[in-house]
């Protein structure tokens, strides 16, 4: 080799190893020009989602269900992404406003958390999310219903969801009423939740529209235990049927009450999916008996809910607790289908940006959930929204089977 030549060959070879040396790959600094930051996962760590759900107290079934679907579906990722452990933690969030602004405040000091699954009750992320999307967090809800939360006007940053909007939910009640068991009069109570007061609001004004009547809207305390005062004054004019999309506790004493106060004998009674679960046979007793309750419908989500349903009965023991475990399945799978579009590795070590996450979970357009082909809105309604009617056939929460069979309980009754 000529002198000419070996000079440039070695010129060459310092070259490349600069290059390599300072190319991405060689485990150098990461510039993150994403505007929120990035969260950043070194090598052989695990990439953390956080649920903010409440998982004590009476309402427990809701969030301890949901936080099953994430379970699921970290296991089905068979527990890593992109080649790192997944890391589940999270707060109970008490389903009121205070437990979700605490929980809101206490995971936004977590820099490590890559994003969020919840809140269970609307109060909770209405009260809490503004402080999580402040400190550049995503976060999606298997079971907030409230159109507040996604008004346009209203809509919070990083916010999204896979539960129906009650505009839906509450449409589909008042049809049933008017429709199905010719109601013509109605009366509504709601315990001064968000979800509570904006899912009988949608009612009301449905009912209205069809030509109904409504003849009472009140409100209850979520810890009221006496409901007579309340029933006394519905009773007075009685109503074809009363809505009360409540939770658990009060609507259990609601429902023992109304059976028993005179004027509402002939009165359907009727709730929402925050009392879709056995608890609520536990709460209310003989008295459910017969009762009626929108839900998403569990019977068009197909092969793979099946599916979902053993693996949850072999993994847990028992059948499914409450509504929005195949919502929050759905939820996760949304965040971890967004990391994998926009983490970079670099040498093993992660760089999510927290903008780039934001954008690519509004971004979902046709994917495949178990609650159906999700597609993220502009201001964060992803959900593919299918409701149902159920009534209760029998108050012993053993026996708890939702579905159209004629042996289910409660059986699917509309449409």
């Known amino acids: 080799m000529s002198k000419r030549l070996f000079v440039l060959a070695s010129i060459l070879m310092v070259v490349t190893v600069l290059l390599s040396a300072c190319g991405p790959k060689a485990g150098k600094a990461y510039e993150c020009t994403d505007p929120l930051g990035c969260v950043v996962v070194e090598k052989g760590a695990p990439i ?9 107290g009476p309402d427990a079934s809701l969030g301890t269900d949901s936080k099953r679907g994430i379970e699921i579906q970290i296991d089905d990722h068979g527990g890593t992404l992109l080649g790192h452990p997944i890391e589940l933690v999270g707060e109970n969030t008490g389903c009121n406003a205070e437990g979700g602004q605490a929980a809101a405040t206490k995971l936004s000091t977590d820099k490590s958390i890559v994003a969020i699954v919840g809140t269970s009750c609307s109060s909770e992320a209405r009260a809490g999310f503004p402080i999580l999307s402040e400190a550049g967090f995503s976060m999606i809800s298997p079971s907030n219903t ?5 008004d346009p006007a209203k809509h919070v940053p990083g916010y999204f969801r896979t539960a129906h909007n009650d505009k839906v939910q509450g449409a589909v009640a008042a049809e049933f009423a008017y429709n199905s068991l010719g109601a013509r009069k109605a009366a509504t109570v709601h315990d001064g939740s968000l979800y509570a007061d904006q899912l009988q609001q949608v009612f009301a004004a449905r009912f209205k529209e069809l030509g109904g009547e409504v003849v009472y809207q009140g ?3 979520p810890t009221d235990t006496d409901m ?3 029933l006394t004054s519905i009773a007075a004019n009685p109503p074809d049927i009363l809505y009360y999309p409540i939770f658990v506790a009060a609507g259990g004493f609601i429902t023992a009450q109304a059976r028993e106060t005179p004027g509402l004998e002939n009165t359907a009674l009727m709730g929402a999916d925050g009392i879709y679960t056995p608890d609520f046979l536990k709460a209310a007793g003989e008295a459910s008996n017969g009762m009626y309750l929108s839900s998403p419908d569990f019977t068009v989500f197909g092969d793979a809910y099946t599916k979902f349903q053993e693996k949850y009965e072999a993994k847990y023991g028992e059948k ?13 799978g949304l965040i971890f289908a967004a990391i994998e579009k926009v983490a970079v590795d670099v040498d093993g070590t992660l760089y999510i940006g927290r903008q780039a996450l934001r954008d690519a979970i509004a971004a979902t357009k046709d994917y495949k959930g178990l609650t159906g082909n999700l597609t993220c809105s502009e201001s964060g309604d992803c959900a593919d929204p299918k409701i149902a009617v159920y009534q209760v056939t029998n108050s012993d929460p053993a026996t708890w089977n939702p579905g159209a069979a004629a042996d289910s309980n409660p059986k699917k009754v509309y449409p």
């Not at 409230?146 to 996604?150: G, I, K, Y």
């Not at 929005?324 to 759905?330: I, S, V």
């Open 48 to 56: 953390r989602i956080a649920y903010a759900l409440v998982v004590e």
């Open 146 to 150: 409230a159109p507040d939360l996604t």
């Open 320 to 332: 499914v607790l409450n509504v929005f475990h195949a919502h929050a399945y759905d939820a996760a």
């Open 219 to 221: 409100a209850v305390q």
């Open 228 to 230: 007579r005062s309340v």
